[in-house]
């Protein structure tokens, strides 16, 4: 099992714009991400922030007036929040706050062979590393920078994250997977 952070990033380090969109990344739709469907078949739980899950329920949820569209993950998903969100019925969502490793704890018992995805939020995937929870990067990098939003990862990692590798993606993306030898 591994603390895999996994995620899209714009070339100048942002993973979303100073509005918490995400529109700069779907003009890519079916560009990057291919393989994607390997990595979620190897996940067996999901952290993410209170800003990923209010986008998704707002922008795949609840995007049809009075018509809720499915959850779109099968494991279980941890929200890490202080403010209250809108629930989803008849998914396994678990809104948590607090420090992140009871929560890794439980995630672990869940997961049983598979991997925990940490999604969206630089700043909860950040809360793992100084856990020393997180082990490993994998970002895909975007052709485009913005001009400001959500950083990547808003920390100073030591000792250096180790490459595992580097490869491009449909001609545009480049997915860089790192390993962080601090948590492994």
């Not at 942002?14 to 779907?26: K, Q, Y």
Request: some cysteine; charged content about 15%; glycine content about 10%.
């Amino acid at each position: 099992m591994k603390t895999i952070y996994y995620g899209a990033s714009s070339l100048n380090g942002f993973i979303s714009d100073s509005n918490n969109s995400l529109d700069w990344l779907f003009q890519f739709q079916g560009e990057g991400g291919h393989d994607f469907d390997s990595f979620i078949n190897g996940v067996g739980a999901i952290a993410m922030g209170s800003t990923t899950y209010q986008w998704i329920y707002d922008h795949q949820i609840a995007n049809e007036p009075g018509k809720l569209q499915p959850w779109p993950y099968k494991v279980p998903t941890w929200v890490f929040t202080t403010r209250q969100l809108p629930i989803i019925p008849n998914v396994d969502i678990r809104f948590v706050s607090g420090d992140v490793r009871p929560v890794h704890q439980a995630m672990s018992v869940v997961v049983e062979d598979k991997n925990i995805w940490i999604m969206g939020g630089g700043e909860l995937a950040g809360k793992f590393y100084d856990a020393k929870l997180l082990n490993e990067l994998i970002i895909q990098i975007a052709p485009v920078t913005l001009n400001g939003g959500a950083p990547l990862f808003p920390r100073t990692t030591h000792p250096p994250m180790r490459l595992i590798s580097a490869k491009p993606i449909g001609g545009l993306f480049v997915e860089l997977h790192y390993e962080i030898p601090s948590c492994v």
